[in-house]
Structures are given as C-alpha cells and as structure tokens.
C-alpha cells in the first residue's frame, strides 16, 4: 500500500516531466518512459533505498536516462523545478521512515489504469501557477532551450571547437546523410566480384563449366559543382556554406567535388577561394567541371535576406546564368538560406519559378538532393 | 515493508536475477573472476554520479553513452567496472573503416575453401584438431559483440570505443543489435547469436563528438553521462593515491611524496581553470607528468620548483627564471606552450 503510493506518485511524476521534455522537443520515446518506471520502481542503484522515494534520486535517473547532452540537462533541471512543488511534496523524502504504518497518511485511491490527467499547471506553465513566488521569479531568466543546436557549456566545451559544430538549421549528420544519397553508380572498377546466380545459369545453359562470371566492382560517380554566394547579406551563412563544403568533402563519398564563390549572381567569373580573389571563368568551370553528369547546387539568398525589392538587373543576369549552367547539366537546384516564406517579393521569388529553390532545412535539403541526383529527371528547358 | 513490495510490483524478469552492483572503489569482487576478465589491478575513481550511471545501465541494460575530455577516464571505466566484477570484458576500438559486421563476427571463406582444396584425396590429413570444410562454424570467428552475446553464466562488458570514429552509419547498424531481441544472423553458417536474457551485457561507449552529435534513436536508447574532468586538487590527490597503489601492486613503484602530489595537483588544477590553454590536459597527462617530476633521468623535481614556477609565471611581463618543468607533457598546442625564457642572444 505504501509503496504503491509512492510508486504511482513517482509514475505521475516520470510522466509529467516526460511530457514536459516531449513539448520541448527532446527526442524521447514510449520505451524510455517505460525504462524509467521500470528503474523507479526498482533498486537501480543497488543501495537498498526505494529510488521512488526519493525526489533527489528520482531526477538524477531520469537525467542519466533522458537526457543526451549538458543542455538537456538543464532543460530537465528547469522542468523538474515546474513539476516538483506540485507533485513531489506528496513524496516523503525517505523511503526507509515509511516501514512505520502509523507515521503514513491513508493511501489515496488510484487506479494505474486510467489515462492519468495531470494538474494542468504542470504543463501550462508558470502564468497559471499560483503560490510559490520565489520560483516564479526566477523563471524570466532561463535562456531558451534550443535542442537542435549542440550549443557549448562551460569553460571545457568552450575552449574544444568540435562541440561548435551542429549548428544551423541543418546538422552536419544530416549534410553528410544527403550527400550520401546522391550517387551514380557506375561498373567501371576490377571485374572480380563473383556472380554466382550468372556462373551457375552460364553452366547450365552451355552445359560445361567455363569458368566463373565476373561483374565489375560498382563506384559512385556521382560529381557535384557547389556554387556558393558569399559576403553581403550572405555573410551570416558563411559558417552554414564551409559545414556544406566540409561535408560534402569529406563524409559524401562523391567522385568529385568542385567547388566555387560568387557575389550575388554567379555571372561571368566566379572565384575559387571564399574570399573572392581568385577568379575563374564560368565558361572555363562549366567546361572543365560539369558535364551532363554533374550535379549543381547554388546556395544564395537570392535577395531574400535583405528583404530587398525585386531588382530587373539581377533577376536577369541569375535567369541567364541559370540557362547557362542548364546547357551543361539539368541536375540543377538552388538553396536558399532564407525560409520560404521570406522569398515573397525579392528576387528569389522570381529564382524559385526559373528553378527549383528550397530553403537550406533539413526538408529542403533531401528535396534538392532529390533534384541533383535527378529524381525525377528535371525537364531540360526549365520550369 | 516498502522495499520488497516494491521489487515486487516491477513484473520485469531483469529483477529476478542477481544483481549486480557497481562500487567504483578499486577492489575486485568475487574470488572467481571470469578468465576473459581484465587481470591488472585497476586504479579508477569513479565519481558517486558516474557509479549510479554504470549501476542504472546494469540494472536497465540499456547502453551507457559516456562523453567527456579526451583524457578523462572513459576507456578505463569499462575496465574498472569489468574488473571490479569480475565480468569478461570485449573491447572494440572503432576506426574509420569499421563496418559493424566487424563486432559480429568474421568469415573466412578462403581457408574453407583451401581446407575444401586440401583436405580431398592425399592430402587429407587427421587429428583432433583438424579443420573440417564440411563444417562452416569452424570458419567462423566472432567479434567482441558477438562473443558478449555468447555468455552464459555472467553478463559481458562490451566496451565500444570511440564510436565516433567510424562511418556515420555505424552507429544505426548498431541499434537493432543492441535491444531486443538481442540477436544477429550469420549468413554462411545459419547460425543465431543470441544472448541470453540473463546475461545482456553491459555495454558501455565512448565518443568524442568527433563528427557531430550520434543519431537522435541512437542517443535516445543510451543512458548518457559527461564525465567532468575533476577539477579539484583534492580529487587529484585521490586519482594519484589510487593510481600509485595499483602500480605498487604490480611493479613495486614507490608514490612520489605527498608535498609534490600537492604542489602538482595544485598547479595542474590552476593551469586548467586559468582559460588560458586552447587544449587542456586530461588526468593521464597529470599522471604522467607527475611520475617526470617524482624521478626523470634520476633528478626529481621539488615541489618547491613547481610552485616557484606557479608564482612567476603570474607576474606576465617578466621573462621567468624558472619556466615549469615538462612543459612539453601538459601542452600539445604550440600557443599553449610558454614563452621560452630569454637567453643571452636572442632580444
């Protein structure tokens, strides 16, 4: 009786900070709501003491279990600080003093069954909570959690850069999973990857054994032109535009990755470093790095950062180079930095009916990739 | 009684065995320890926290995810805890060209196909220990998850290392594996390794976030725990006097005194909290620079010296007369490194 009481006070608990987490966008599933019953319920850390009874316990579990980075953390602590003084104090703080059945109130009635309905001030919020003004006026200055970003805590993490990383609306796993996608495999290595099934039907159908079927080995040839807008109102994406670069580099396993800054509209000369020193001619990229097989991906806010109107010059010159770069490849598509709902009125509204434009998320991303890998093939006169 | 009504009301099966708990003092447990178990003493201060992550993950069996500094006692942890309860322990130190096969198991199709060559007409040879082409298993090896799944009488510790090493599909292949049913296929041989439910290993896994952040379902299965470099002199005495103990055990090395364990701790402690190192060294630096000081090329160094070097280098303007000793065993960063004294020539 006693302990089911406590049991069913820490399941509310588990519950309401779960449901809290799950609001607040931490990736957390039915199994570790049911792993940390579980753990409440038993003796995890092997000490002898009941874990449900104990509040302090109970939270360093569900930390341990849910949460995945320092920041996590925090954001458990901030919950754990919203749900606990409503219903933790119904938690005696030593399981141990609860062996004595006169020290404890009678138990409540409850059914484990029933979909449990919280107190809503648990979830609402602080606004809707009454009493405890101590805790609500340490509330305003919590910084937001922001769990896409794999954001840098203490002077530790602060001093390693790698932790710096997964910024931006798209993580760098999730670059290196699009590039990945985008292949072209063609037979063109050593012809020494047995084919059994071809050995036995080519024996069976001369009726003599002539020796093994060979194929040749497969490898991506998929090869990708990167054009990249830098400076001016691009500025802020430069760190997005060098993780593009990085992965695709690095984690994409392509055949070949060229490449290539401009400002603004990628018109006569491009340049081959960010900062715009070392021109090279489109004609000459185009002829050298792109054939018919080659991806392209410009990345340019297209005028949208600035929310600027839509300037004739410049759409002309983007819808020219676009229909230059069409004539060597049609596996073209533009990313845009900029949501779309920014693109209204600026020049990339005009970019987004002369070729397929998607915002750099992690949707728009896999889309583009869809385009340059040419599924569904892109029809070559444009859209 | 609250406690056995409460290990009773949790149905799972996972409670009805013996449990095994994790102290995290150094001492090994049980007289019997299994023979793929770590025999060297090991010397690991295991924080109360990271003690109740190892006993969460062994009553749970759910992996335990442990990040932290390079340098801070992830790897050791396995073997600490394996020692401790005498489980066999399986390392697989990830690289960038592992596959996640290479845990399971290997195959090797050539020497099937040799011995099939072989061992016909003449040449057939006899023995006890004779390879026999008819039977695929004895072409078989399994890897070190293959082989933790494999226990029977105990759990295994799988340690996987550096998971974030490999392909940044690595860690997916991984996730069927290691939750239920616990089992893997071999192909060539038909055969289904499986573990039992009464010994799911323990896994345990580094990573470094070399790559970015581990897949979202793979962080949600882990347990996860940061392990905080001790920034605390007093901390540091612990890992010293723990670690010189072990050593005592096996090869009889004296532990430097107990003035320039201080003086050490103190000074590292400092040098880390400063912020002004771009890389901060970790415990086994501490530990190696220690033993330089305690009887480099017999010429110990004082604990006076490593204070002296501690005062003057405060006082940034002067070209120090007495630049920290090994400065080349706690700083890997060529900014890190102090300015060398002014000599003679140079101006």
């Given amino acids: ?383 | 009684m609250s406690k056995p009504a409460a290990t009773a009301a949790a149905s799972a099966p996972i409670d009805e065995r013996p449990r095994l708990r994790f102290v995290g003092d150094g001492r090994a447990l049980g007289a019997a320890p299994h023979p793929d178990a770590p025999t060297r003493h090991e010397a690991y201060v295991a924080p109360a926290p990271l003690v109740d992550a190892v006993n969460l993950a062994l009553f749970l069996r759910r992996p335990l995810l442990l990040e932290g500094e390079a340098g801070c006692g992830k790897t050791r942890l396995a073997y600490a805890v394996a020692r401790e309860l005498g489980l066999p322990l399986y390392t697989w130190h990830v690289r960038s060209t592992s596959r996640a096969q290479d845990g399971f198991y290997e195959y090797d199709a050539l020497l099937r196909l040799h011995d099939a060559q072989t061992t016909t007409g003449s040449h057939r040879r006899s023995g006890p220990d004779t390879r026999d082409p008819g039977r695929p298993t004895q072409y078989r090896r399994l890897g070190p998850l293959g082989r933790a799944f494999q226990q029977r009488e105990r759990p295994a510790v799988l340690l996987i290392d550096e998971i974030d090493k490999a392909d940044v599909d690595f860690p997916n292949d991984l996730l069927t594996v290691l939750d239920r049913p616990w089992a893997f296929r071999i192909p060539e041989t038909g055969e289904l390794i499986q573990a039992s439910e009464d010994c799911l290993p323990l896994v345990l896994i580094t990573s470094n976030k070399e790559k970015g952040n581990l897949p979202a379902p793979f962080l949600r299965r882990c347990i996860y725990y940061f392990i905080e470099f001790p920034d605390d002199p007093e901390r540091l005495k612990e890992i010293v006097a723990a670690h010189y103990a072990a050593r005592d055990e096996s090869e009889n090395v004296p532990a430097p005194p107990a003035a320039l364990v201080e003086a050490a701790a103190e000074r590292f402690v400092a040098l880390r909290t400063g912020g002004r190192l771009h890389k901060n060294p970790g415990t086994s630096e501490f530990l190696d620079w220690l033993e330089a000081l305690r009887g480099f090329e017999n010429a110990p160094v004082g604990p006076e010296r490593v204070r002296e070097a501690a005062d003057e280098e405060d006082e940034d303007a002067d070209a120090d007369p007495t630049p920290l000793p090994f400065p080349n065993l706690l700083f890997k960063m060529r900014a890190d490194l102090p300015r060398q004294p002014r000599e003679g020539g140079r101006a």
């Fill in chain 1, 1 to 383: 009786m006693t302990p089911d009481r406590n049991d069913a006070t820490a399941d509310e608990v588990v519950r309401a900070v779960f449901a809290r987490l799950r609001q607040n966008g931490v990736a957390l599933g039915v199994g570790e709501v049911l792993a940390a019953l579980q753990a409440a319920r038993g003796d995890w850390r092997g000490a002898g003491a009941d874990s449900a009874a104990d509040p302090a316990t109970l939270k360093q579990l569900l930390t341990l279990l849910w949460c995945h980075s320092p920041a996590e953390a925090r954001e458990l602590d901030l919950v754990w600080s919203l749900v606990s003084p409503t219903l933790l104090p119904v938690l005696p703080n030593r399981g141990t003093e609860l062996t004595d059945e006169d020290q404890v109130p009678p138990p409540l009635p409850r059914d484990l069954d029933r979909p449990l309905t919280l107190p809503p001030p648990t979830i609402t919020g602080p606004s809707t909570r009454t009493g405890d003004d101590a805790l609500l006026s340490a509330l305003p200055v919590r910084a937001p959690f922001l769990p896409a970003r794999d954001e840098a805590t203490g002077p530790a993490a602060a001093s390693d850069p790698t932790r710096l990383r997964a910024y931006g609306p798209v993580s760098r796993r999730f670059l290196a999973y699009g590039w990945r996608r985008l292949r072209r495999l063609v037979a063109d290595g050593p012809a020494d990857l047995l084919d059994v099934n071809e050995t036995v039907r080519q024996t069976a159908r001369l009726g003599v054994y002539r020796g093994p079927v060979f194929r040749r080995r497969a490898r991506n040839a998929a090869r990708l032109l990167l054009l990249l807008d830098q400076n001016g109102s691009m500025t802020p994406f430069h760190r997005l535009g060098r993780d593009l670069i990085e992965s695709a580099q690095t984690d994409g396993a392509l055949a070949g990755v060229n490449v290539f800054f401009f400002h603004d509209v990628p018109s006569q000369m491009l340049y081959a470093d960010p900062h715009l020193t070392r021109p090279a001619e489109r004609e000459a990229v185009l002829a050298g790095d792109c054939d018919a097989d080659t991806s392209v991906l410009i990345v340019s806010d297209a005028g949208a950062a600035r929310g600027e109107t839509v300037q004739r010059e410049r759409v002309r010159a983007t819808a020219g180079a676009l229909q230059r770069i069409r004539r060597s490849t049609v596996l073209l598509a533009w990313l845009n930095p900029l949501p779309d709902a920014r693109w209204t009125g600026t020049t990339a509204e005009y970019v987004s009916r002369l070729v397929p434009q998607f915002a750099l998320n992690e949707d728009g991303f896999s889309r583009a990739i869809d385009v340059v890998r040419g599924q569904p093939l892109p029809a070559a006169g444009g859209r």
